[in-house]
């Protein structure tokens, strides 16, 4: 199986994390890449094109050994994990399933709204938009406090957990100078119990692999182009 994505180290990958819960680590072909940037960091799109394989053009993005491509995290963090056999991090049905789906969908949102933050400040001071800070930031402190009740409860490991771990991670330790409203934003304030739940379950391997190491393969676009061509000949000849 090969997984497009993007291999920025300083956050939680929800997707490598359940494929290493899965035992699945091993039979991915990581392939890098970048949507909105090269290598050097600049604002370009076009070098690492996802739309022959997604109509979004978006990562993660999962090509099975048939040529099915799956994409959008949700449907790729169901596929991995429904490929265990036992321990799946989807409980079965019942209200387990629910909390944890509810808290899947809490961790995804927390972290588009991180994401949507991270890529307006890629614009000039002047360029960026208030009014768009205003909308998402009460988005990112309502989830913020709903995890931390959540997490004085002592829960288990789960999808939600997941989730909600790769949202928080993205904000960072100390938040970002470039925010319009709240720059050095620390999401840990206030919230102990969130604090102690994060410190505690990055420390589960299918964490440790990826956060925080370097990408060590080939992360060229040229290297992105033969992975896709390779997924577009196996559907042809399939």
């Not at 040529?67 to 209200?95: C, H, K, M």
Request: glycine letters at 6%.
């Amino acid at each position: 199986m090969r997984l497009f994505y993007s291999p920025f180290h300083s956050f939680v990958h929800k997707t490598l994390v359940v494929a290493h819960e899965a035992g699945l680590w091993e039979t991915l072909t990581r392939v890098p890449t970048f949507p909105f940037r090269d290598l050097n960091g600049r604002f370009v799109t076009g070098q690492y094109d996802m739309s022959k394989l997604a109509p979004l053009g978006k990562v993660p993005c999962l090509a099975l050994e048939d040529g099915t491509v799956l994409y959008g995290s949700q449907t790729i963090v169901e596929f991995l994990d429904a490929q265990r056999v036992t321990n799946r991090l989807y409980p079965p049905d019942g209200a387990k399933r629910w909390d944890a789906l509810r808290r899947l969908a809490l961790g995804d949102t927390l972290f588009e709204c991180a994401v949507q933050l991270s890529m307006e400040a890629w614009l000039p001071e002047e360029a960026r938009r208030r009014t768009l800070y205003e909308w998402v930031w009460p988005k990112i402190v309502a989830t913020l406090d709903e995890a931390e009740r959540w997490a004085a409860t002592n829960p288990d490991f789960d999808i939600g957990s997941a989730g909600l771990l790769q949202g928080v991670s993205y904000l960072g330790e100390e938040g970002s100078t470039e925010d319009l409203l709240h720059p050095r934003y620390r999401w840990r304030d206030g919230r102990p119990a969130l604090s102690d739940w994060y410190d505690a379950v990055i420390q589960r391997p299918s964490v440790q692999t990826h956060l925080n190491i370097d990408y060590d393969g080939e992360m060229s676009p040229e290297n992105h182009q033969r992975h896709v061509q390779a997924v577009l000949d196996i559907r042809k000849n399939r």
